[in-house]
């Protein structure tokens, strides 16, 4: 079963206009949460993470997001895009699986910052 | 310090040849992860080591085998490559043991193909 769900798997936006990028996860248990970008031909690095602190988390280059458990989402925004920005972003969720935690990864949005 | 390392960047085998990717992290983690990326698919974990000496099957494991060296080396081997092992192979590390709750640190990828 799918336990982390990227909406979009493009996302375009102007440059200076609102990155807003989506992330849902299934878990009836409390999850720790994050957001990973990944620069054209490099490897994953964090952006931000979610261990059941706040629940409005600020993250690196001016992301942040909130983690809501009535939506069971944690989307990720930034109210101004740059073109440095232009990435793949990856969201994902550990959970407990049959006695161990399990780290899931989404298949990524690619966001593209138009000039 | 430089992080976690991968040799090589890049690959070409035929269908039926052997190769080991390696992978080596300078942070003193206790944790090391192999993961393939494959497009729309995000990351699959291959197999893990939480301590040394120790390994673990991930998510899709089926045609690999792994080494935890020592502390610092982590390798994958391909014994007989196959098409659809066609991917970009990431190594990551953390420094706990408990997969899924810390921050991973990502190397820059090997990327294979295989004919």
């Known amino acids: 079963a799918q336990s982390v769900t990227q909406l979009g798997s493009h996302v375009s936006v102007s440059e200076g206009a609102l990155v807003l990028l989506r992330c849902n996860y299934s878990s009836s248990v409390p999850p720790y949460l994050f957001w990973y970008v990944q620069y054209p031909n490099q490897g994953l690095q964090l952006l931000l993470k979610y261990t059941s602190a706040a629940t409005l988390v600020k993250g690196i280059n001016g992301f942040e997001a909130e983690f809501k458990k009535s939506e069971t989402s944690f989307h990720l925004t930034k109210p101004s895009a740059h073109m440095s920005d232009a990435a793949e972003y990856f969201c994902?969720?550990?959970?407990?699986?049959?006695?161990?935690?399990?780290?899931?990864f989404g298949s990524g949005t690619r966001l593209q910052v138009q000039p | 310090n430089a992080g976690v390392t991968q040799t090589p960047k890049f690959q070409v085998l035929k269908t039926g040849q052997s190769m080991t990717l390696q992978c080596a992290q300078d942070m003193n983690h206790n944790s090391m992860y192999w993961y393939r990326q494959d497009p729309g698919m995000g990351l699959r974990l291959i197999y893990y080591s939480a301590s040394e000496g120790t390994t673990d099957k991930g998510e899709v494991p089926n045609g690999y085998n792994v080494s935890r060296l020592n502390k610092r080396e982590f390798s994958l081997r391909l014994e007989s490559a196959a098409p659809s092992q066609t991917s970009v192979y990431f190594c990551a590390s953390t420094a706990g043991e408990t997969l899924g709750t810390d921050t991973q640190y990502f190397g820059p990828g090997t990327r294979l193909t295989v004919l």
């Open positions: 994902a969720v550990s959970l407990m699986d049959t006695g161990r935690r399990a780290l899931t």
